[in-house]
């Protein structure tokens, strides 16, 4: 198994372009969450979803956009890129199992926007 | 809200024992902790649930109190490979969906 697969490793955007970063996973997990990680704020989620077709949002959801036509991936679509949201994006997998269930992250997407 | 880790950095040196607290003013089903290195992603250490008992496996340990929504993580003996970030991830109640909220992390060095 992959595990949980992320693409770009490494992205540099001028403002107000926009970009898709990509996440896959093979362990055929219902949950998928995306997070933000900046220096001293720890990890903050952005969108996560409970299954296909399923989204919904997480504590800092502007500006961003999520879907999910498959178990497998759940791609973030950043829409008009801000210097705000360099960041590192980590993407995660879990499967539901009532408050025991592990997060598996993906190795994450550093992203620059100048 | 996000809950609060202290302290924010330890230095140990080999050997040395360390305590990690995680506090929340929410009430918690459950508890996850997680290390991530420098440059690399969180890394699952464990969980603990609501009710259940303290956990732990070879020198890292934690516990859980449920009256003060407040965990600890233990790590005695450390080992040049216990440095890192150290992170709690809070739950509510149930099934996290995958949505958990993050404390913002202890930074542990440990020196030969």
């Known amino acids: 198994n992959a595990g949980v697969t992320q693409t770009p490793k490494f992205q540099v955007l001028k403002t107000g372009q926009s970009m898709t970063l990509q996440c896959a996973q093979d362990m055929n997990h219902e949950y998928m969450s995306w997070y933000r990680q900046d220096p001293g704020m720890g990890l903050r989620l952005i969108h996560y979803?409970?299954?296909?077709?399923?989204?919904d949002q997480g504590e800092v959801p502007n500006g961003y956009n999520v879907s999910r036509s498959t178990t497998e991936d759940f791609p973030l679509r950043l829409l008009s890129a801000a210097p705000s949201q360099t960041s590192v994006y980590f993407c995660?997998?879990?499967?539901?199992?009532?408050?025991?269930?592990?997060?598996?992250f993906g190795p994450g997407t550093r992203l620059l926007v100048l | 809200q996000q809950p609060v880790q202290s302290p924010q950095a330890v230095i140990l040196r080999e050997g040395e024992d360390a305590v990690i607290n995680c506090s929340s003013s929410k009430a918690l089903y459950s508890v996850h902790w997680y290390r991530q290195k420098h440059g690399e992603a969180p890394v699952f250490l464990m969980i603990l649930l609501k009710g259940g008992e303290q956990k732990g496996h070879e020198k890292i340990s934690a516990s859980f109190n449920e009256k003060k929504q407040q965990s600890s993580l233990y790590l005695t003996a450390s080992q040049l490979s216990y440095s890192g970030t150290y992170f709690c991830g809070t739950n509510p109640g149930g099934t996290s969906y995958g949505k958990l909220t993050f404390g913002q992390g202890t930074i542990l060095t440990v020196h030969p």
């Open positions: 995660a997998s879990s499967y539901g199992l009532a408050g025991g269930e592990t997060q598996y």
């Open positions: 979803s409970v299954g296909a077709g399923i989204t």
